[in-house]
C-alpha cells in the first residue's frame, strides 16, 4: 500500500495580489492486480488568471482575474492485460513485482469521464471566440465521456532496468450540454478518440 500527500508552497502576497487566489484540488486513487488496472480520480480547480502575451508581466493590472470560474474533472479508467503470465503491469507502475524478461501484452482499456466548467461571464478570449461561433458567450460547460481503447504494453528488461509503454486508442462518446447565448441549455452527442499512452 503506498500513500502520497503533495501541499503547495506557500506563495508571497505579492503574487496573490498578481495573481489572484487560486484554489487546486486533486484525489487520485490506483489498484492494480495481475490483469486489471483502476485509476479513479476527481479533481477541483478555481480562481484563474489570463496574462497578456504580449506583455511582460510587471504590475497587477496586466493580469484578467478570473476568480470566478470553477472547474471540475471525476473519471475513471480502466485497464485490462490479457497475458498476466508473461507481462506484469504491477512490475512498471508500483514496483510491487519485478518483471524478469522482456515481454508485452494486448491491453484493452477504458474510460468514463465527467467534465464541468461554470463561470459567471464568457470564458472565451476575444481571439477564440469567433471560431466557436453559437457558443461564443461559453460561461457553462458540461460532458460526459464513455471510451474503449484497443492497445499494447511492453516492458524491456535489461539487467536491473526496465522501460515500458503503453498505449491504447479507440473511440469515445461525448454527451455534451452547454448553455448557449440565448441563454438556453443546448444539448449535443458526438464521438471522438480516447488515447491511453504511458511511458
Not at 8 to 28: F, H
Not at 64 to 79: C, H, P, Y
Not at 136 to 155: C, I, M, N, Q
Request: hydrophobic share 35%; glycine share 6%.
Amino acid at each position: 500500500i503506498a500513500a502520497e500527500v503533495t501541499v503547495a508552497v506557500p506563495i508571497d502576497e505579492r503574487s496573490r495580489t498578481t495573481y489572484g487566489t487560486s484554489d487546486a484540488r486533486d484525489l487520485q486513487a490506483n489498484f492494480l492486480g495481475k490483469r486489471w488496472g483502476i485509476d479513479v480520480y476527481t479533481q477541483k480547480y478555481s480562481g484563474f488568471y489570463v496574462p497578456n502575451p504580449n506583455q511582460t508581466p510587471t504590475t497587477p493590472d496586466l493580469f484578467i482575474k478570473r476568480s470566478d470560474i470553477e472547474l471540475r474533472n471525476t473519471g475513471a479508467n480502466v485497464r485490462y492485460v490479457f497475458n498476466k503470465d508473461r507481462f506484469s503491469q504491477r512490475s512498471a507502475y508500483n514496483y510491487s513485482e519485478r518483471q524478469l524478461k522482456s515481454a508485452g501484452s494486448f491491453v484493452l482499456s477504458g474510460s468514463l469521464n465527467t467534465f464541468d466548467l461554470h463561470a459567471d461571464s464568457a470564458v472565451l478570449t476575444q481571439q477564440v471566440a469567433p471560431a466557436i461561433s453559437s457558443t461564443s458567450t461559453l460561461k457553462d460547460f458540461k460532458y460526459s465521456a464513455f471510451s474503449v481503447a484497443p492497445g499494447y504494453s511492453y516492458s524491456i528488461i535489461y539487467k536491473s532496468f526496465f522501460l515500458n509503454g503503453s498505449f491504447s486508442l479507440g473511440p469515445a462518446h461525448y454527451w455534451i450540454q452547454y448553455t448557449a447565448p440565448d441563454q438556453s441549455t443546448q444539448y449535443n452527442i458526438t464521438l471522438n478518440t480516447f488515447a491511453d499512452v504511458r511511458v
